[in-house]
């Protein structure tokens, strides 16, 4: 009984301490995500990017390919191509983040934070919310605009449509993770640069441009699973979009939405964590 009343009052104190915690890296990682804004008025580079890469890959892709392939089942091939091109500037956050963190490694401003009164996670919630915000609004809305251009549109009404852009949110800021953990581990701009290259197959040997049905079996096995597959089906399926999936599809290609939220908290489950850690233990 004495450990019982003892054990009482230090609950309510635990969950206040926690909570004034959270409220801290928040308030922090939203003055880092402020910072992200602010640069890019130093940096209008990657503004003009950002205007200028998703209009061409529309161009490059869907008019390039679309002359030469068919879309199972008929359809206009732009439509069948723009929810690839969603998931692949949504999965391309990986290495901007990985850039990004790696460049301030290397250039002390992880150490410069360090040192500051600041929350040990406002820097990675800062890096993953800019990112989401910067590159997920900004580049998804070219994108689309760009789409729209070229005959693509969503033909399932504004409820699903929202549905299918969120989607694209949540699974831009759970990959903005997986950069921004690898960005702390390599530590260096330049292999960082490095690992782009490497990043390609990961989205090509998806849905995203081509269908997966005319593949060796062991090649539609890794492109059927692959996290981006599981994305372009979940927005060719909210869009309404050319493309459905064939009677035999996997698992992934046949439950496109609930494939990707469980990517998405698995990918978060694994990296928040990770990268916390690692950033705390950086600075030791």
């Known amino acids: 009984m004495t450990t019982t009343r003892a054990a009482t009052p230090a609950a309510p104190i635990l969950i206040s301490s926690f909570a004034a915690r959270l409220r801290w890296s928040f308030t922090d990682g939203l003055t880092l995500v402020g910072r992200e804004l602010s640069r890019l008025r130093q940096e209008p580079g990657e503004i003009v990017v950002a205007l200028i890469f998703p209009a061409v890959m529309v161009v490059l892709f869907g008019y390039v390919f679309g002359s030469a392939i068919q879309v199972p089942g008929g359809g206009n091939y732009r439509e069948y191509l723009m929810p690839g091109l969603f998931a692949m500037v949504t999965f391309s956050s990986i290495m901007a983040t990985t850039l990004k963190v790696a460049t301030d490694a290397s250039r002390g401003v992880m150490d410069r ?24 609004v900004l580049g998804l809305g070219i994108m689309a605009v760009a789409g729209l251009l070229v005959g693509w549109q969503s033909h399932r009404g504004l409820v699903p449509t929202v549905q299918a852009f969120l989607l694209l949110m949540v699974m831009r800021y759970a990959v903005s993770w997986v950069g921004c953990y690898l960005g702390m581990v390599v530590k260096n701009e330049q292999t960082a640069d490095q690992l782009v290259p490497l990043f390609l197959p990961f989205t090509m040997v998806s849905n995203s441009f081509v269908p997966t049905a005319g593949m060796p079996a062991w090649l539609r096995t890794l492109a059927d699973w692959n996290p981006v597959s599981a994305l372009t089906a979940a927005c060719r399926e909210l869009f309404g979009n050319p493309g459905a999936p064939a009677g035999d599809a996997a698992w992934p290609i046949a439950h496109p939405v609930t494939a990707t939220l469980l990517w998405s908290v698995f990918l978060l489950v694994v990296f928040v964590p990770l990268t916390i850690r690692t950033y705390q233990r950086k600075g030791r």
């Open 113 to 136: 934070f360090r040192s500051m009164p600041m929350a040990r996670s406002a820097v990675p919630f800062g890096q993953t919310g800019a990112d989401t915000l910067l590159g997920g």
